[in-house]
């Protein structure tokens, strides 16, 4: 019996039939359809944009003065079609129309009063640049009539269509934070934002778009050392010092983890190129009416940088210029602490540690060159009212100068040498007799292990004269702490009958967790 194929003689694969239909229009066909696409989004796009040109810039000061100097005069169409984009313009002692409530209050009256659509053009644009104005009376106008004048629009114009159906994200409350938060759900980039607002990508620039990124960050930062990239380049292109402050200031604060150890130096290139050296405040001030979260998220960003400069510094300093593990360790639990740093030395240390990329950059303002050549450096710390000088001599002592003390070195002229730094008049920081240990305010200590080893000695002056710690009162100038064998002796290091005890992670030294501190066996 014959089959359906012999019946409609179908002598072929059923598989080869459907790759076939897959390829029946030629590939060269299909490339010049998407070219011509292409083509035409572009035709679309430009005349879109011619929506937003205006020719008449050299205008804008004739109508600016006629509107300042004569407010009854009249205006034919062009002059107010000119006069939409005055409104942000100003000259000598002429100010801003925008900036006065009432002159505002004019000019959209005179207006409405010869209403064209052409005019909200020039009208969004100067709402899109005062969106964050301090200046709210005047915005609040603007808003109210643009969004009126969007709502009640009826005409054929594709732009002002768009921007009608878009009028949600010109709400003063949160129409940008909609906006970042939208184009982060339709996985755009950002950088499509004026688009998707439909006005021209010029205006990217303008402060509206500040917390669109902001925004847009919030809902990707899961992703971020994907994202840090892009997000330079949006910062970049964008041009604005209040973003730059806003966006980096929440991302250093979200890297300052261990899991973004090895993204916290790409952060920190970024942070120097668009806001500056935190050792400059000035750079970090915060801006005009910025929020109490974020003054605090600047303040905070700022520190949390200048420890990650501090830590790669010790690092470098304690690796290159003396190669010391213990006085890096140490000095390391205290880089939270540093409020500012410089080291001192010769020229050609300098130069050593310019070669290290993880501070290259840094070195230039953080380095002070001595007249001698001798190959000694000194770091100079300041936490608190101290400054505390390390050397990178292997025999020198630890210096610590109280700020307001006439025993401080002078560092207004260059030094000869580092050894200007050190004085040895100064008194021992902590001495010593068989009962008590003695406080001095300033002083020297060494780095020589004793009965207790020499960090144990800096970690407990540092925590009663440098961090405030308490400590026993005494009629004496110097403040002293019993020393005891069985109880915690400056509540770091004891000892019991069989172990070395301490509180905090020492060479040799096993952890305890039911003590929660570390040991070390008697011998």
Same mark, same amino acid.
């Given at each position: 019996?014959?089959t359906?194929?012999?019946?409609?003689?179908?002598?072929?694969?059923?598989?080869?039939?459907?790759?076939?239909?897959?390829?029946?229009?030629?590939?060269?066909?299909?490339?010049?359809?998407?070219h011509?696409?292409?083509?035409?989004?572009?035709?679309?796009?430009?005349?879109?944009?011619?929506?937003?040109?205006?020719?008449?810039?050299?205008?804008?000061p004739?109508?600016?003065r006629?509107?300042?100097?004569?407010?009854?005069?009249?205006?034919?169409?062009?002059?107010?079609?000119?006069?939409?984009?005055?409104?942000?313009?100003?000259?000598?002692?002429?100010?801003?129309?925008?900036?006065?409530?009432?002159?505002?209050?004019?000019?959209?009256t005179?207006?409405?009063?010869?209403?064209?659509?052409?005019?909200?053009?020039?009208?969004?644009?100067?709402?899109?640049?005062?969106?964050?104005?301090?200046?709210?009376?005047?915005?609040?106008?603007?808003?109210?009539?643009?969004?009126?004048?969007?709502?009640?629009?009826?005409?054929?114009?594709?732009?002002?269509?768009?921007?009608?159906?878009?009028?949600?994200?010109?709400?003063?409350?949160?129409?940008?934070?909609?906006?970042?938060?939208?184009?982060?759900?339709?996985?755009?980039?950002?950088?499509?934002?004026?688009?998707?607002?439909?006005?021209?990508?010029?205006?990217?620039?303008?402060?509206?778009?500040?917390?669109?990124?902001?925004?847009?960050?919030?809902?990707?930062?899961?992703?971020?050392s994907?994202?840090?990239?892009?997000?330079?380049?949006?910062?970049?292109?964008?041009?604005?010092?209040?973003?730059?402050?806003?966006?980096?200031?929440?991302?250093?604060?979200?890297?300052?983890?261990?899991?973004?150890?090895?993204?916290?130096?790409?952060?920190?290139?970024?942070?120097?190129?668009?806001?500056?050296?935190?050792?400059?405040?000035?750079?970090?001030?915060?801006?005009?009416?910025?929020?109490?979260?974020?003054?605090?998220?600047i303040?905070?960003?700022?520190?949390?940088?200048?420890?990650?400069?501090?830590?790669?510094?010790?690092?470098?300093?304690?690796?290159?210029?003396?190669?010391?593990?213990?006085?890096?360790?140490?000095?390391?639990?205290?880089?939270?602490?540093?409020?500012?740093?410089?080291?001192?030395?010769?020229?050609?240390?300098?130069?050593?540690?310019?070669?290290?990329?993880?501070?290259?950059?840094?070195?230039?303002?953080?380095?002070?060159?001595?007249?001698?050549?001798?190959?000694?450096?000194?770091?100079?710390?300041?936490?608190?009212?101290?400054?505390?000088?390390?050397f990178?001599?292997?025999?020198?002592?630890?210096?610590?100068?109280?700020?307001?003390?006439?025993?401080?070195?002078?560092?207004?002229?260059?030094?000869?040498?580092v050894?200007?730094?050190?004085?040895?008049?100064?008194?021992?920081?902590?001495?010593?007799?068989?009962y008590?240990?003695?406080?001095n305010?300033?002083?020297?200590?060494?780095?020589?292990?004793? #009965?207790?080893i &020499? =960090? $144990?000695?800096? %970690?407990s002056w540092m925590?009663?004269?440098?961090? @405030?710690? !308490?400590?026993? +009162?005494?009629?004496?100038?110097?403040?002293?702490?019993?020393?005891?064998?069985?109880?915690?002796?400056? #509540?770091?290091? &004891? =000892? $019991?009958?069989? %172990?070395?005890?301490?509180?905090?992670?020492?060479? @040799?030294? !096993?952890?305890? +967790?039911k003590?929660?501190?570390?040991?070390?066996?008697k011998?």
């Amino acid at each position: 019996m014959p089959t359906t194929q012999d019946i409609l003689q179908f002598h072929f694969s059923p598989t080869t039939f459907q790759q076939s239909a897959q390829k029946i229009i030629p590939i060269n066909l299909t490339s010049l359809n998407d070219h011509r696409i292409d083509k035409l989004q572009k035709i679309i796009e430009e005349v879109g944009a011619a929506s937003f040109s205006f020719s008449g810039d050299n205008l804008i000061p004739q109508v600016f003065r006629k509107f300042k100097n004569s407010i009854n005069t009249n205006f034919d169409r062009r002059e107010l079609r000119t006069l939409s984009y005055s409104l942000n313009y100003s000259e000598q002692n002429l100010s801003i129309i925008f900036h006065n409530e009432n002159e505002l209050k004019y000019a959209l009256t005179l207006l409405d009063a010869n209403w064209r659509d052409s005019f909200l053009v020039g009208l969004i644009d100067c709402f899109l640049r005062n969106w964050e104005t301090k200046y709210t009376k005047s915005l609040e106008q603007i808003e109210q009539f643009i969004l009126n004048k969007l709502e009640n629009y009826s005409g054929n114009r594709g732009t002002l269509i768009s921007l009608k159906k878009n009028k949600r994200y010109f709400n003063t409350k949160n129409g940008d934070l909609v906006l970042g938060d939208t184009i982060a759900k339709l996985n755009k980039p950002i950088q499509e934002a004026t688009k998707v607002l439909s006005v021209p990508e010029s205006w990217w620039t303008y402060n509206y778009f500040s917390k669109v990124i902001v925004t847009y960050y919030e809902r990707i930062k899961s992703n971020i050392s994907a994202e840090i990239d892009n997000l330079n380049e949006v910062i970049i292109k964008h041009n604005n010092y209040i973003t730059n402050k806003r966006l980096i200031s929440k991302i250093i604060i979200q890297a300052n983890k261990p899991d973004f150890i090895t993204l916290q130096y790409q952060i920190k290139k970024i942070a120097f190129a668009q806001i500056g050296d935190p050792n400059n405040i000035s750079n970090w001030n915060t801006f005009d009416n910025a929020t109490e979260i974020e003054r605090k998220e600047i303040i905070q960003a700022r520190n949390i940088l200048n420890e990650w400069i501090t830590q790669q510094f010790i690092n470098v300093f304690f690796k290159v210029c003396i190669n010391d593990d213990r006085r890096k360790k140490f000095w390391l639990r205290f880089a939270s602490k540093i409020s500012s740093f410089k080291v001192y030395g010769p020229l050609h240390t300098q130069n050593i540690l310019k070669r290290d990329e993880r501070i290259a950059e840094l070195v230039e303002s953080r380095f002070e060159t001595v007249t001698s050549k001798r190959d000694v450096s000194a770091f100079i710390l300041y936490i608190g009212d101290y400054m505390l000088i390390e050397f990178s001599n292997e025999g020198y002592a630890f210096y610590a100068y109280k700020i307001t003390s006439p025993y401080r070195p002078s560092l207004d002229f260059k030094l000869n040498s580092v050894d200007d730094l050190r004085n040895a008049s100064m008194p021992m920081a902590i001495h010593s007799d068989n009962y008590y240990d003695y406080f001095n305010d300033e002083g020297r200590l060494t780095h020589r292990d004793g #009965n207790q080893i &020499w =960090e $144990t000695k800096f %970690n407990s002056w540092m925590n009663k004269k440098v961090l @405030g710690g !308490t400590v026993m +009162k005494t009629n004496s100038p110097m403040e002293v702490s019993a020393k005891e064998s069985i109880v915690e002796n400056s #509540n770091e290091q &004891w =000892e $019991t009958s069989s %172990n070395y005890w301490s509180t905090i992670e020492l060479p @040799g030294y !096993t952890y305890s +967790k039911k003590k929660d501190a570390w040991y070390k066996n008697k011998l």
